[in-house]
């Protein structure tokens, strides 16, 4: 059993940076690749960004690429999420994921993703 929390949320104005953390408790497995998603009101779950099990390689949604990044340290079991230039948009639930095992997955889909934290608000003000 793994537990994922995340935490770093809150009210931001348009512009503003905030950044995420999503630490891993519990029956930890070891290094494998996890994720950001988000969610709006009304909305689908959608893909945010992705990071391999060794943290050199990343992935990106393009509405979100060149103003995000991805990070995690292993050995203290923590995925982080920089988001810079914030815009209204970009409010919603965000929730961190991480698969089981290492290896090489569909880094953009829910489906890859074994657990889920509870998600953290960021609401964007504009």
């Known amino acids: 059993q793994v537990q994922l929390v995340e935490s770093g949320g809150g009210l931001v104005q348009a512009g503003g940076s905030l950044r995420l953390s999503c630490a891993a408790s519990g029956r930890t497995l070891g290094s494998v690749p996890m994720g950001w998603f988000r969610q709006a009101p009304g909305k689908d779950r959608e893909f945010v960004a992705a990071?391999?099990?060794?943290?050199?390689?990343?992935y990106y949604a393009d509405s979100v690429k060149g103003r995000f990044t991805i990070s995690r340290d292993n050995p203290k079991n923590t995925m982080y999420l920089r988001m810079n230039t914030l815009k209204p948009e970009d409010t919603a639930v965000y929730y961190c994921?991480?698969?089981?095992?290492?290896?090489?997955?569909?880094?953009?889909?829910?489906?890859?993703?074994?657990?889920w934290g509870q998600g953290t608000q960021v609401t964007v003000s504009s």
């Open positions: 994921a991480s698969s089981r095992f290492p290896g090489t997955i569909t880094y953009s889909s829910t489906r890859a993703y074994y657990y």
């Open positions: 990071i391999n099990w060794t943290g050199d390689i990343t």
